[in-house]
């Protein structure tokens, strides 16, 4: 089984124009460093929205098919308190995202993204999970609120009654998002506070993944998703590969989950070269470095399945 924990869904007029800028000037950046000169971000936009917006899923399955991957878990984002609110309304793209997985029910599984902030944000929680049938919650503190911030802390408390765990965006964010409020240290409060919660950390938090380390030590209700290494390991495949024997060896495997980030990271890296850069791992630059097969199949997917108590 191959499970990619971390997909976005993206349709037409579910984010701000403000955050989309920001990534393809972050894009864009790379390819002007031999020059100086970077690629109008506008253009970026322009030309590769089009091809990555999926509101239905309808895209997503053939990448799916054609990285051997199983199934995905799907959300949204909700960055409209900081970026200005998008077109269609968090609410509706929740419902779009439940419906995505309606129509795919073997192979996509979703979660609810909120800003704690919003009002009406535990009553929202509440009827996706009820009525809607999703199985987690995505919370993104680049928006401008910490993990430990008391509006988060009823819908931690729903997370602990329904059994769904939540995960954090940690690390890094291109502008207007904010990567002080996404900090490890910060999630630390809240796996201290809430140690029935399962909380998820996603992206190891990108270069501060060893302060990720020393919450998840101590804490064993955290758990790591490494979404979003992609560029690391095309440029830096060593340094991808040591951090996952680390965290592996420091929590064993069934506390590391395999995701992709998609659709975005996929541009930079298709899917099934990220696919097949862990199952079949070129360890020639780390020779120090192994995975025996068990931990491979257990972070490509039966971690996360046993986490949300599918089969696996």
């Not at 998002?177 to 910060?186: A, D, G, H, V």
């Not at 040591?242 to 930079?268: A, H, K």
């Amino acid at each position: 089984m191959v499970f990619d924990c971390h997909v976005h869904l993206m349709g037409e007029g579910w984010l701000h124009q403000d955050f989309l800028v920001g990534v393809a000037r972050m894009a864009a950046a790379p390819m002007g460093k031999a020059t100086g000169d970077c690629p109008d971000p506008h253009e970026l936009i322009k030309n590769v929205m089009p091809i990555i917006q999926d509101s239905t899923g309808e895209k997503l399955i053939p990448i799916m098919d054609g990285a051997g991957v199983d199934i995905s878990c799907i959300f949204s984002l909700d960055y409209g308190l900081c970026t200005g609110e998008p077109e269609v309304p968090i609410e509706e793209q929740n419902r779009m995202i439940a419906e995505a997985a309606k129509r795919f029910p073997d192979r996509l599984v979703p979660f609810f993204t909120v800003d704690p902030r919003r009002d009406g944000a535990v009553e929202m929680f509440s009827r996706a999970v009820e009525d809607w049938g999703m199985k987690g919650l995505k919370l993104h503190p680049t928006a401008g609120f910490y993990p430990y911030d008391p509006a988060c802390y009823p819908l931690y408390e729903k997370c602990v009654e329904y059994g769904v765990p939540v995960l954090f965006h940690t690390g890094s964010q291109p502008a207007p998002m904010k990567f002080r409020f996404t900090q490890p240290i910060y999630v630390d409060d809240v796996a201290a506070d809430f140690p029935d919660l399962s909380i998820i950390m996603a992206h190891v938090a990108h270069s501060l993944w060893r302060e990720a380390l020393l919450v998840a030590e101590v804490k064993p209700n955290v758990y790591f998703d490494f979404s979003g290494w992609q560029i690391t390991f095309n440029h830096y495949p060593e340094e991808f590969y040591r951090m996952l024997r680390r965290i592996i060896d420091d929590l064993g495997p069934w506390r590391v989950f395999f995701g992709s980030d998609g659709p975005l990271l996929n541009v930079l890296c298709p899917l099934e070269n990220w696919v097949k850069g862990v199952r079949e791992p070129d360890l020639s630059r780390c020779p120090e470095v192994t995975f025996t097969q068990e931990e491979i199949e257990i972070i490509m997917g039966k971690a996360f399945a046993r986490l949300l108590g599918m089969p696996y």
